[in-house]
């Protein structure tokens, strides 16, 4: 007799044969044998159901004789191969069931956790049904609704769907059992557990104290008072922002804080101590920076930038922010030849203090050398400014200064332009006093030596590679150095250059290309400032056409 099992899955077949000889009478034992022992099987792993198809082929064979221990014998070495599958993962330890699935931290049986009082209980949950999770619900150690999810529509064909758990930390020392119950379409049901144990353990405390209220300027130091009863390692935390604004900054972490507090306004201080289990507490305080009332505003000098070797030059400013029978200091420092620098306090000299609305005038001698800047400080009240004088670069050094960027493209039979503009700030740069000259000019181009403009219509699409412009002054030139692109048809751009150093007035031309016109859907402009590009606002510039 051959016995034939066939055991089949979505995705193995197995197939397990065991041949005997015997009589056809002893075969329903060992089929019940069989059944027993997949029956048992099945039942050996919770929640697992393993749909069996059992093909038995049964074949006579007449013999003379048979023993019935050999086939007692073949009953259990085929009940050992089958187990033999199923322990070395052939048979999947869970597959597709007809029924939900509730599994914590990937376990399909009740989870363990243990924590300290304070802390706040965390796992990973989750469900699977081969009919679609349609119900998640967690609920408290007192039978109350923790979190509920009613799932639409129901999640099919996902390995397993994500059940959160969100509890709030636990105060108070025992065991506390959370339960997690999943609902499929059928309405058939499963649940798990997760029982976690609170080992005893005492918050931190902390105390800074109450709300401050400063002056601008002022340095603020609190020592905050931490304490942990169980005598567990302790770190800290402070930080401060604006009161109701959207950022905190770190402040140190010790027990002493000492901010400066250098703008008026509400601010919020915070310190947060934490146990070695992760437990916290914290401590806030409210700190009102308010303005000195000994203190004027501040005051700005005006400085004076290219002037006159050995020239005297003053700025002034109105004394205010005093309360109104508030008097303070003036002094001057800095200055490197005290008799040729002073102050005057409404027109008068030696004048050691001031109120609300005085004028104060500072003046000094400039350098006697060529750009040198020399300062003289004024402090009034703990305020101060400087006053500063810088005498222009000497006419014997100075060489012209070619500015703006170069224009680098065009297209055939167009007419191509570039005329190199110079700056105009003379006190630091020189006019050009001689012809310009140029290196590796296109041969389809003319250059103009007496304003540097070079100028013509390409006929052929070319890169024409270093070409060079210089202008030259009475004591040197200034060059620059740029490719010419010419194409067929290329899109519209702009050629123009940057501001003069003493002008922030911006003049650029659009190329236009009369196939792109039609093309044209947005002009916009942005400006570099160091590395940072910054989008000008449309407010701050104009377009005109034909300028």
């Not at 802390?119 to 049904?129: L, W």
């Not at 039978?143 to 994500?162: A, H, R, V």
């Not at 003036?330 to 050691?352: A, C, H, K, M, W």
Request: glycine residues 6%.
């Amino acid at each position: 007799m051959r016995l034939e099992i066939t055991v089949m899955y979505p995705r193995n077949r197995i197939k397990i044969e065991r041949h005997w000889g015997s009589p056809v009478v002893v075969a329903p034992f060992f089929f019940d044998s069989c059944l027993f022992f997949i029956k048992n099987l099945i039942l050996y792993r919770k929640n697992d159901i393993i749909n069996l198809c059992l093909k038995i082929k049964l074949k006579v064979c007449f013999m003379k004789k048979f023993l019935f221990v050999f086939i007692i014998l073949n009953a259990f070495v085929l009940q050992a191969d089958i187990l033999f599958y199923y322990m070395a993962g052939v048979l999947p330890a869970t597959v597709k069931s007809n029924r939900p699935v509730a599994t914590i931290d990937g376990s399909e049986k009740m989870v363990n956790k243990q924590i300290y009082a304070g802390q706040t209980p965390y796992a990973m949950a989750g469900a699977r049904d081969n009919n679609g999770i349609v119900y998640c619900r967690w609920t408290n150690p007192d039978g109350s609704t923790l979190i509920e999810n009613i799932i639409s529509p129901p999640m099919k064909d996902m390995d397993e769907y994500t059940c959160p758990f969100e509890a709030s930390a636990i105060m108070e020392d025992g065991n506390f059992i959370y339960t997690l119950i999943v609902k499929d379409t059928s309405g058939k049901e499963d649940s798990n557990e997760l029982n976690v144990t609170v080992l005893p353990n005492n918050a931190p405390t902390a105390d800074i104290g109450s709300n401050r209220e400063i002056v601008v300027g002022s340095t603020l130091n609190i020592t905050a008072v931490a304490n942990d009863a169980d005598g567990d390692k302790m770190t800290y935390q402070w930080m401060y922002g604006l009161k109701g604004g959207s950022s905190m900054h770190g402040a140190g972490t010790s027990l002493d804080l000492s901010q400066l507090f250098d703008t008026v306004g509400l601010y919020v201080v915070k310190f947060e101590v934490r146990d070695s289990h992760g437990v916290s507490a914290l401590e806030e305080i409210d700190v009102n920076v308010v303005s000195n009332p000994n203190s004027p505003e501040n005051f700005n000098f005006t400085d004076e930038v290219g002037v006159n070797i050995n020239q005297w030059f003053s700025s002034s400013i109105t004394v205010g922010g005093l309360a109104s029978d508030v008097e303070v200091d003036i002094s001057s420092s800095d200055y490197p030849r005290e008799d040729y620098t002073y102050f005057l306090v409404n027109g008068q000299s030696d004048v050691l203090k001031v109120k609300n609305g005085d004028v104060v005038k500072v003046a000094h001698l400039s350098s006697n050398q060529d750009a040198t800047t020399l300062n003289t400080l004024i402090t009034i009240g703990g305020i101060s400014d400087t006053f500063s004088t810088t005498t222009k670069a000497s006419d014997s050094t100075k060489i012209p200064l070619i500015v703006g960027a170069p224009n680098m493209r065009g297209n055939i039979h167009e007419l191509y332009s570039y005329t190199p503009q110079l700056s105009t700030d003379y006190n630091n740069f020189a006019p050009a006093t001689k012809p310009f000259t140029i290196e590796n000019k296109p041969s389809w181009a003319s250059f103009d030596s007496e304003f540097g403009e070079l100028s013509g219509t390409p006929t052929l699409p070319a890169l024409h590679r270093d070409v060079k412009i210089s202008a030259y002054g009475d004591n040197g030139m200034d060059s620059i150095v740029f490719d010419i692109t010419i194409t067929e048809d290329q899109p519209p751009y702009i050629n123009g250059y940057g501001h003069t150093l003493e002008t922030p007035n911006l003049d650029f031309t659009f190329n236009d290309n009369a196939n792109w016109r039609s093309k044209i859907t947005e002009i916009w402009m942005s400006i570099c400032y160091g590395s940072a590009a910054v989008l000008l606002n449309p407010n701050d510039y104009t377009f005109a056409e034909g300028i």
